[in-house]
């Protein structure tokens, strides 16, 4: 079944790596894929283009079904293959609730980390203003406690939406794992930073880790003044 299964991914891109890790936990190993470069512009070749009206990755194909958003791919893959590989979303309706109450907060998560991380890069020069840096980095360490509360809440050992890794922890996991690579300092996100070190070694996750990390461990350090 993965044979007829096609992904266009970027490294170290948290909505392809969500997708890789989903595709690992359902033991679809085998899939056909292509690495495109971002730096290189690669992901807006005239293959993704034809399967993809926004031109953007992760970009996934089976057989005659395209399917583009990453949240979408996720959730598609737990339904076609339930009985095969991980059980990602749970049956009972309070612990699903959580497990996509989890799921889309990491829009929220993913975002003022960007608004730290990236500030050069997404505002202009001219446009640039401390006051504003400063405003970004006070909403993401509030963000960070939230979460470190979530954790710390469910107790020592949990996954972000209960005690078995989930869905929650497919979409998450990529945009947490950003806060060590740049240099966040653990004392802002205790919990996190325990759940980042009990879940990194997990074979879905080391199967994905983004090649580029591989090659460079050390990211730089925009979080690092957090």
Not at 84 to 109: K, W
Not at 139 to 153: F, H, I, P, Q, S
Not at 188 to 202: A, G, Q, S
Request: with cysteine.
């Amino acid at each position: 079944m993965a044979q007829k299964m096609m992904l266009y991914w970027g490294s170290g891109s948290p909505p392809c790596w969500r997708l890789m890790i989903a595709l690992e936990e359902k033991k679809l190993q085998g899939y056909k894929h292509k690495l495109l470069s971002f730096d290189k512009k690669e992901h807006q070749c005239e293959e993704v283009k034809a399967l993809n009206p926004r031109v953007q990755l992760p970009t996934f194909k089976h057989g005659d079904l395209v399917v583009n958003e990453s949240f979408a791919a996720c959730l598609y893959l737990e339904s076609a293959f339930k009985s095969q590989g991980a059980r990602l979303i749970p049956e009972d309706p309070a612990e699903q609730a959580l497990v996509y109450q989890r799921m889309f907060e990491t829009d929220n998560l993913q975002q003022k980390m960007y608004d730290v991380a990236y500030y050069e890069w997404f505002v202009p020069e001219g446009e640039r203003h401390e006051s504003a840096l400063k405003r970004n980095k006070e909403t993401l360490v509030a963000e960070l406690k939230l979460w470190d509360g979530y954790l710390e809440k469910m107790g020592k050992g949990s996954f972000l939406a209960g005690k078995d890794f989930t869905m929650a922890d497919v979409v998450c996991f990529p945009v947490i794992a950003y806060f060590p690579r740049f240099h966040c300092p653990k004392e802002k996100c205790p919990r996190l930073m325990e759940y980042y070190e009990m879940v990194k070694d997990r074979p879905s996750i080391k199967a994905s880790w983004p090649p580029h990390w591989l090659e460079n461990p050390e990211g730089p350090d925009t979080l690092k003044n957090l």
